[in-house]
């Protein structure tokens, strides 16, 4: 079982730079999200998506965009990468419902010179 | 609006002592309650969920959590720690009222074991 899929695992970009980093779920889940993890500050989320063909605003969406591609995919964009989202991101994903327990990617880490 | 406070940043114990993670929320209805573990370079891994009922819940691993209404905790306990268990632990509140699946994280705790 894949569950939760993020790529790349690891890249360095140069300020400026844009990337696009990519997750995708198999387990048919309704709910995906992206959060950043400093040291110090726990996961913040980014942005999420409670469902297919919707998107919302988390707790530090600037500087990002995202884009609920179907129901098993959900990438995070950076259009114009700067020095202060030099973070490792992670990927989640859950059956819609705030009770529900969230499944995360194994992250990717970004550094941004 | 919801937060989680985790007060210890870093607890170091003994293999095979006990072992007390503390962690306090703010939320004005019965929250969504969750405990995950990250393992250096892995993703978040849920040991424990609390929803409603029986205040004490049983996770994997031999964690359990108590939820404790009247001073808004949810502590993660293990009767005997094993060096496999260093690793960095999140308690995390969800809104009942929400439909969203969002969920805050508070700070971390990281443990360390020694041998």
């Known amino acids: 079982n894949a569950g939760v899929t993020q790529t790349p695992k690891f890249q360095v970009l140069k300020t400026g730079q844009s990337m696009t980093l990519q997750c995708a779920q198999d387990?048919?889940?309704?709910?995906m999200y992206w959060y950043r993890q400093d040291p110090g500050m726990g996961l913040r989320l980014i942005y999420y998506?409670?469902?297919?063909?919707?998107?919302d605003k988390g707790e530090v969406p600037n500087g990002y965009n995202v884009s609920r591609l179907n129901k098993r995919e959900f990438s995070l964009r950076l259009e114009s990468a700067a020095p202060s989202q030099t973070s490792v991101y992670f990927c989640?994903?859950?059956?819609?419902?705030?009770?529900?327990?969230?499944?995360f990617g194994d992250g990717t880490r970004l550094s941004i010179l | 609006a919801q937060s989680v406070t985790q007060p210890d940043i870093h607890i170091t114990v003994s293999e095979g002592a006990s072992l007390e993670l503390r962690c306090n929320y703010s939320?004005?209805?019965?929250?969504?309650l969750f405990w995950y573990v990250q393992s250096p370079g892995q993703g978040l891994q849920l040991l424990l969920k609390?929803?409603?009922?029986?205040?004490l819940v049983q996770g994997i691993k031999g964690f359990e959590a108590e939820f404790k209404r009247s001073q808004s905790s949810f502590n993660l306990r293990k009767p005997s720690v094993h060096w496999s268990d260093a690793a960095e632990y999140f308690c995390?509140?969800?809104?009942?009222?929400?439909?969203?699946?969002?969920?805050?994280f508070g700070q971390g705790t990281t443990l360390q074991v020694k041998p």
């Open positions: 989640a994903s859950s059956l819609q419902g705030s009770n529900q327990p969230q499944h």
């Open positions: 387990m048919n889940h309704n709910s």
């Open positions: 998506s409670a469902s297919e063909g919707t998107t």
């Open positions: 939320y004005g209805a019965t929250p969504y």
């Open positions: 609390y929803f409603s009922g029986d205040t």
């Open positions: 995390a509140v969800g809104a009942s009222s929400s439909n969203t699946g969002k969920l805050i």
